[in-house]
């Protein structure tokens, strides 16, 4: 989805799920308090009821996505989103139309894509607030928190590769008249290492920072808000939701490294 809560993942490989999925969700299901992508792989749900919104299934650089999104709704307005996924590296690399299962190609791409990919990725950016990243071999272990225009990221994002995704989400979100802020918080999360079963995990989180009791936002494209990181010490009460949203971002990724059971040596270290 999104950054997805782009669901950013940005990808050049085709992965298969298979039976590793022990749980199998629906659209339109309600979860609390925990989500289960399989037995390696669960979180711990903010409070509140949750609806699975998405199941994403589209090809971004030549890779097919699956995974979840999931909402919770206040008055028909979206107020939180989660995109979680686990990706295995089992598959083929397409590039200008050559396919490779050569494993230091799909080593290669999954580099590409997380440090080099122009519209996003784990290396500073305007729109971070925070950034921090392990990175060796072909692992990396990426944490980044900030803000966005959600609405652009969903509906017309930069990324021309990912102008056709989020067609279910988009429909799911018309037919039943739902909105979404249009700045939200947001944190990504990503874990990769060959020498862990050699899959890769995501995590993304947005929020509506209402729910942290933040003040109006006048300003509402990405490079103008009062949380970019250039305009915030400008607006000292954004300034404060935003170390919030970092704390708890923070944290979530502590928990994240927790669950996929990151390698010691790959952690970063957050406190």
């Given at each position: 989805m999104i950054n997805f809560l782009k669901v950013t993942t940005i990808f050049f490989l085709?992965?298969?799920f298979n039976s590793s999925i022990a749980e199998n969700y629906e659209v339109d299901q309600k979860v609390t308090n925990q989500?289960?992508?399989n037995h390696k792989f669960k979180i711990d749900l903010p409070d509140g009821e949750w609806v699975v919104a998405e199941k994403p299934?589209?090809?971004?650089?030549?890779?097919r996505v699956e995974g979840y999104t999931l909402l919770r709704i206040e008055n028909n307005k979206v107020v939180e989103g989660i995109s979680i996924g686990e990706f295995?590296?089992?598959g083929k690399y397409k590039d200008s139309g050559i396919a490779s299962e050569d494993t230091n190609a799909?080593?290669?791409?999954?580099?590409?894509i997380?440090?080099?990919?122009?519209?996003?990725?784990c290396y500073e950016r305007p729109e971070y607030s925070v950034l921090?990243?392990?990175a060796k071999g072909t692992t990396h272990n990426c944490f980044r928190a900030g803000h966005q225009d959600l609405i652009k990221e969903i509906y017309n994002p930069d990324d021309p590769w990912l102008r056709n995704a989020n067609t279910q989400l988009k429909t799911w979100l018309k037919n039943k008249s739902i909105e979404l802020p249009k700045i939200s918080l947001n944190?990504?999360?990503s874990y990769f290492s060959r020498l862990v079963g050699g899959k890769w995990f995501y995590l993304d989180y947005f929020i509506d920072p209402k729910i942290l009791n933040a003040p109006t936002n006048k300003f509402l494209t990405k490079e103008s808000s009062e949380y970019h990181k250039d305009n915030i010490t400008n607006y000292p009460e954004h300034e404060m939701i935003m170390q919030q949203w970092i704390s708890i971002s923070t944290e979530r990724h502590v928990n994240f490294e927790k669950s996929i059971n990151a390698l010691k040596r790959h952690l970063l270290g957050l406190s």
């Open positions: 085709i992965f298969h989500f289960t992508l299934s589209y090809e971004f650089y030549g890779l295995k590296t089992e799909l080593n290669q791409a999954i580099y590409q997380v440090f080099k990919n122009k519209y996003d990725g921090k990243f392990y944190s990504s999360h």
